[in-house]
Every structure is written in structure tokens, then in C-alpha cells.
């Protein structure tokens, strides 16, 4: 696994200036990115949504990560606005470095298969990644005892890096689709979380 932890090398007491500037505490949040750079690989909105209004009851605040042109990512910052979920917002934040210390503190990550998740499982965070047009197996899964890759039992998957050409004309990206959000959710609380 490459070794990231040279994004983390900061001042003393930065990362606690950077929590306290998020209104953070290690540990008691989590990090949540509903985006990717392919839209096919996006698993939706309102799922996303479904997974932090089930963990709300568990006590930790869900962080927002992405950037602000993220439209997935503005659409989840409206969804929990509109219900009055306390989050925190990280989709303005320029500092990559920042994000890795974020994700170092963060309980777990819940993201599609994307850059993220690999920066989260190498600076040593918990990751539940759920894969569609992609596959773990195809060696980009997560590795960390605490960190689970979900996937949906469709026969077309893997098809391609990002989903684009789907074949599956009546139950189109199925391998998204497929994933409902309180599997997700049990996933997590199998894990202890």
C-alpha cells in the first residue's frame, strides 16, 4: 500500500487547529464523499442521505468531503440542510494535505470507488467503498481489516474503469442500483461503528 503519511507531517498542533477550525473531534465524526469524476460511478444522492440519517443515532457528525463544483456532493449538503442533520462542510477546503489529515482523524470513510478512498485507507482510516462498473478484486479494493468493499452480485460487473457503456438496457447500472442503503448501513454497524 503507498505510504501517504508524508501529507500529514505538520506543524505541532495544526491538525488540532484544523479539527477545532471544522468544529471537530478525532474520532467522533466520520467523512462521507458522494461524488466521483465519473457520474456512473456515483452510488446516489438519496442513499447517501439514507446512511447518515440511520447513523445519526450513533453520536458522531458526518463531514462532508468533495469540492464545491461536486454536484452530488451540493445535492447531499441540501438533502441534510433541508432535514436538519448537523454536518460539517469540507467542499471548500484547497488543501489536499488538509483533507489527509481529516480523513486520518475521521471514525470511517463511506465513498464510492474513487481517489478518496484510497487516501483514506492510506493515511489509516476505516473505508467502505461501494464498487459498481469497477471490482476489488481488480486490485484496487480496500486492504485494511476494518475497511470492506460492497458490491452488488451482477454477472456484467466489472465492465469498464467508470461505467459509461453499460449493456444492461432494462435495469440500466445495476451495479449501483443494486446496493440499498441499509446493507450499507449494517456494514458498518458490523463493523463496530
Known sequence: MPDFTHLLKR?????????????????????????SRWQTKEWGVDRFFEVVRTLRTKGRVPLLLGRETDAAARALRARLEQAGIPFRDALKEPDFGNTAILLKHSAFYIGCDTGLSHLAEAVGC????????????????????????I???VACSPCSKDGRHCFRFTDPHACMTRIGSSRVSEEISRCGF
Open 126 to 149: 476505516p473505508a467502505f467503498v461501494i464498487f459498481g462498473p469497477t471490482r476489488p478484486e481488480l486490485g484496487f479494493g480496500p486492504a485494511r481489516p476494518a475497511s470492506r468493499a
Open 11 to 35: 506543524k505541532p498542533g495544526e491538525a488540532e487547529a484544523l479539527l477545532e477550525r471544522y468544529g471537530l473531534e478525532s474520532g467522533r465524526f466520520y467523512s462521507v464523499m458522494p461524488s
Open 151 to 153: 458490491t452488488a452480485p
